[in-house]
């Protein structure tokens, strides 16, 4: 199974990106996803997850709003929608799998998760 992110860049606060994971080896429509983000001297976070079953999904509260995880099945790719960028949102951000289904509890459990993308630099500049 490999996780290929992508779509990271310098912007200026404001602006919108969008982040993508590509998935291969596995069907990212049967499986949950989560974006994760490490900021320099900080530990890796919770962004945002869809889960397999319903495609529910679930925000950290500091991008609730303004981020959006979605999934194209057609292209076993999910994306990650951030609009009103923040200097504060400047991080690499991960996508990570977890095979099949997973409780509410562990979708922003990064232990919970059994793959992970190599991680996209974004910036956001003030």
């Known amino acids: 199974v490999q996780l290929q992110a992508s779509g990271g860049g310098l912007v200026q606060a404001g602006a919108s990106l969008r982040l993508s994971c590509v998935g291969s080896?596995?069907?990212?429509?049967?499986?949950?996803t989560g974006w994760f983000r490490q900021a320099p001297g900080k530990e890796r976070e919770f962004v945002a997850a869809?889960?397999?079953?319903?495609?529910?999904?679930d925000y950290a509260d500091s991008v609730k709003g303004r981020f959006t995880i979605s999934r194209d099945n057609a292209k076993n790719t999910v994306y990650l929608q951030m609009n009103s960028l923040k200097p504060e949102d400047t991080a690499v951000y991960y996508c990570?799998?977890?095979?099949?289904?997973?409780?509410?509890?562990?979708?922003?459990?990064?232990?919970?998760?059994?793959?992970w993308g190599q991680g996209t630099l974004v910036t956001v500049s003030s």
């Open positions: 869809i889960r397999w079953s319903g495609g529910a999904t």
């Open positions: 990570a799998l977890k095979k099949g289904s997973i409780i509410l509890s562990n979708l922003r459990n990064e232990l919970a998760y059994d793959y």
């Open positions: 080896g596995r069907t990212l429509s049967r499986d949950t």
